[in-house]
């Protein structure tokens, strides 16, 4: 497929474990070691939670410079030098250290540093940190249901880009937002202030333009409050309380299953659970039960519990309680098998289940839930929801009993179970395009005022790139592409992060009509993509990463299990969750999250030729199958922390050919949501005419036309038929459409109006650089006289000005009318639109009234 592409992204650095030294865990340290005139810093992070934007400060001896830093910026003043890393090591995991990309410098001459301290504590850990000073106070109150928060600048310096955090009790919710905007997920708010009051004096206050909102119970008051990371009245963070009542609920030989209290929540609500097996973590866990494996027989053990808020900050240790271990020669006789096991419910990605209990002469202790013949839950009573699930897909279930001496039942017979769709009805996936806010002057906006966004389900944002040099998911840059096509090099390290996040979007191109300050944290595409799904709740949207100039990389990203650990979790953490690299003021730590829902996969492609110059090898057809399972694992690993489930899509080939080199179908429809099938661009010329210049022909034609003299006869429905013949769900298949027009310019009629005759290369585009290609709006005002014909045979559209003229192939309402038709008779899940800008409503329109 030949798409025109345009994206930017950045790289995440992997911090390597460090050995840390006596000193506060909760407390960054950083070692010098000297090579020549070669200074360089390691910084480590011994304690448990990940720290972001660090600074480190030293003295050299009078005379001597620093200069040339590499992964970080310095600034010397006098003998002094603050150190500022760059964007990919500004966090440092719990854990980790900054290696293999620590900072280095040159010295003038040798010498070793003095008076080290990062973030004003001594660098190797001792001393005390400075006191906290905290620089805003936010006071709460609320007359009814209309709420205000006042907030003041206690410091002696002007702050700005505040916000605030808070919680509601359950069922409350928000509104009506004067002097600022909040925004709700759950019972968490956030509020960020109006342009007008996002800066505050030395001590200053909001007033008289406080923000206020509406609450939707009379006297509602927050359950926690944080401004910028502190507690809004100024008081010291407080850790949760120890939780209490631990007790060991059953016991085998091999393992000790705990329950105990909820611990009263500090400053910040309880998101997790941490169990110590003596005084190495054992396992962490949401809720106030937990079971730890992997003990030996008739061994003592003691257990203690720590409650963990949302900062990461853990309460002291509850009391401990000590166990044995059970003797497994006191009982060798195995429980009595399952009965009964029946499914109770499913959705896309779970399913529940239920059965009659097993008995046992010393006791049942647990069940294995077996799906596929593999344990995928343990439980101690007689129902189970089993998650990590594929959608539209069919399991076979069986559970067997565990007595307390860890003897085995048979398994039950098995039952099979189907999960539920990833949607109900009928999706309908669109392309938004980055670079579509430029000459297309197509904005998120759009998408709101021709109604498209109410039609939607699906949004996906193309495109992310890969780092050519560090293989992770490339954000944070802005540097143009080679309007060359045919340059290998085209999307070397090329994105724009000014349209993802960072440029400021005026009221005219916002979707809710007010404009940006400049100083968000978050602003550009990202920004109005946040703001459509507060408007349009039900909206899902997906980083697409690849696509035509941008899969050059995939294969060298996908070669081996730790390049595949890598490149995953760098763009989990960029998108998913959110921590941009900071650019033009914008960007950071969660700046993005709850922005995307899920990440579409556009590798053009494996095994097989695609853009000039990209990377094929021979293994890319399993290494495409163990990526993908990479990224389900690790979306599903997120999941079990945040309780959201994260969607894995893909763009596929209709070449069967493209599909034999790279796609092992029935292994990767076990990890997929959706197949994005290809539905275009079957034929077609470009800028550069080296695609299909001579001939004219359909680019999306449903049936293959028994006209058509090309030696392979692509159509949709081919192309779907070989996903179908290889065992992929239906429900799990959207075609796509075409809102573009492929053309040719001196056209001869041959009596055929156009259709599949000679021609003389791509016909002029929308834009100069885009030879052959027109959006669907443009095409129809902006080639006279191109007269539209049907063919009813193929089910393909094409316009025509006449002999020696241009000929075009595109999808129109009449077309998507009949496709759309077609899918709901084979029950496929729906549509994908590459891409939006090309629609002024018409066409998502006719699909969103065909399909449902």
Not at 54 to 81: C, S, Y
Not at 128 to 135: G, L, M, S
Not at 502 to 524: I, M, N, W, Y
Not at 787 to 802: I, L, M, N
Request: glycine share 10%; net charge negative; proline share 7%.
């Amino acid at each position: 497929m030949r798409r025109l592409i345009s994206a930017v992204l950045a790289f995440v650095v992997v911090s390597v474990p460090a050995a840390a030294p006596a000193r506060a865990a909760d407390r960054l340290t950083a070692t010098f070691s000297l090579s020549g005139t070669t200074g360089k810093y390691v910084v480590s992070n011994p304690g448990t939670s990940d720290i972001s934007g660090w600074t480190l400060t030293f003295e050299l001896p009078e005379g001597v410079t620093a200069r040339g830093a590499q992964h970080a910026t310095i600034v010397q003043n006098g003998t002094k030098v603050t150190l500022s890393p760059a964007f990919y090591i500004d966090t440092v995991a719990a854990g980790g250290s900054t290696e293999p990309y620590s900072p280095t410098f040159t010295l003038s001459s040798p010498a070793e540093p003095a008076n080290c301290e990062l973030d004003g504590a001594n660098c190797d850990g001792t001393g005390e940190p400075p006191p906290a000073v905290t620089a805003l106070v936010a006071k709460y109150s609320v007359n009814g249901t209309r709420a205000t928060f006042v907030v003041a600048n206690k410091t002696g310096a002007p702050v700005e880009n505040w916000s605030i955090v808070f919680e509601l009790p359950a069922g409350v919710t928000v509104s009506g937002a004067e002097h600022g905007s909040v925004r709700q997920d759950g019972t968490t708010v956030t509020l960020t202030p109006a342009h007008y009051n996002d800066t505050l004096a030395p001590g200053a206050t909001t007033e008289p333009y406080s923000p206020s909102f509406t609450v939707s119970r009379s006297g509602a008051e927050p359950t926690s409050c944080r401004i910028d990371d502190a507690n809004c009245d100024g008081s010291p963070d407080v850790p949760p309380s120890a939780p209490g009542g631990l007790r060991v609920a059953v016991k085998t030989t091999k393992t000790v299953s705990l329950a105990w209290d909820a611990a009263e929540p500090g400053s910040l609500p309880v998101t997790a659970y941490e169990v110590y097996n003596g005084s190495d973590l054992a396992t962490t866990v949401p809720g106030t039960s937990a079971t730890v494996t992997g003990l030996t027989p008739d061994t003592g053990y003691t257990f203690t519990v720590k409650a963990r808020d949302r900062k990461g900050t853990t309460s002291p240790a509850s009391a401990p309680v000590t166990v044995r271990t059970n003797d497994p020669a006191d009982d060798t006789t195995a429980p009595s098998v399952p009965s009964g096991l029946r499914g109770t419910g499913a959705d896309a990605a779970s399913i529940d289940l239920a059965w009659n209990a097993a008995t046992d002469d010393t006791g049942v202790a647990n069940y294995d839930v077996l799906v596929d013949g593999r344990v995928a839950a343990t439980v101690t009573g007689t129902t189970a929801k089993v998650g990590g699930l594929s959608p539209t897909t069919t399991y076979s279930v069986a559970v067997r009993a565990r007595d307390l001496y860890d003897n085995l039942s048979a398994a039950s017979a098995p039952v099979e179970v189907t999960t539920a769709d990833v949607v109900d009805g009928h999706a309908r996936v669109g392309y938004f395009v980055q670079w579509g806010i430029y000459g297309r002057q197509y904005f998120v906006k759009n998408l709101h005022t021709t109604g498209n966004a109410a039609r939607l389900t699906h949004i996906n944002y193309a495109f992310a790139n890969i780092d050519p040099k560090n293989l992770t998911c490339l954000q944070g840059v802005t540097k143009g592409t080679s309007t060359d096509p045919q340059d290998p090099n085209q999307g070397d390290g090329a994105g724009d992060a000014d349209a993802d996040y960072g440029r400021p979007f005026g009221a005219a191109q916002s979707v809710d009509g007010e404009a940006d300050t400049g100083r968000e944290a978050l602003r550009g595409n990202f920004n109005q993509l946040r703001k459509l799904k507060a408007m349009y709740p039900h909206l899902k949207v997906l980083i697409s990463i690849g696509g035509w100039t941008y899969s050059k990389y995939f294969s060298d990203a996908a070669a081996t299990p730790e390049s595949r650990e890598k490149f995953v979790r760098s763009c989990i953490d960029i998108y998913i969750k959110g921590d941009l690299p900071r650019y033009n003021g914008a960007g950071g730590p969660g700046a993005a999250a709850g922005v995307f829902d899920g990440i579409d996969l556009d590798w053009e492609w494996p095994g097989a030729e695609g853009h000039p110059g990209n990377h094929v090898d021979p293994a890319d057809k399993r290494n495409n199958t163990l990526l993908i399972e990479e990224f389900r694992e690790q979306l599903d690993a997120l999941t079990g922390e945040t309780g959201e489930r994260y969607l894995l899509t893909a763009f596929t080939p209709a070449d069967p050919d493209k599909i034999e080199a790279g796609w092992e179908l029935p292994e990767v429809a076990k990890s997929l949501d959706v197949f994005n099938v290809q539905g275009y661009d079957f034929h077609g010329s470009g800028s550069d005419d080296s695609w299909e210049p001579n001939r004219t022909g359909h680019q999306g034609n449903l049936y293959v036309d028994e006209d058509d003299p090309y030696p392979f006869h692509f159509s949709v429905e081919s192309a779907v038929d070989a996903y179908l013949d290889a065992g992929v769900p239906p429900r799990k298949i959207t075609v796509g459409l075409a809102y573009y027009g492929r053309g040719w310019k001196g056209v001869a009629d041959g009596g055929a109006g156009g259709e599949w005759q000679a021609a003389r290369g791509a016909a002029p585009g929308q834009f100069a650089e885009e030879a052959g290609t027109r959006g669907y709006g443009n095409l129809m005002s902006g080639v006279p006289n191109c007269t539209v014909a049907h063919d009813e045979q193929a089910v393909a559209t094409s316009c025509y000005t006449g002999d020696g003229g241009q000929w075009w192939s595109f999808d129109d309402p009449w077309s998507i009318e009949r496709k759309a038709a077609w899918l709901k008779r084979r029950n496929l899940l729906g549509a994908m639109i590459w891409e939006m800008s090309g629609d002024p409503g018409v066409l998502t329109r006719t699909l969103d009234a065909n399909l449902d």
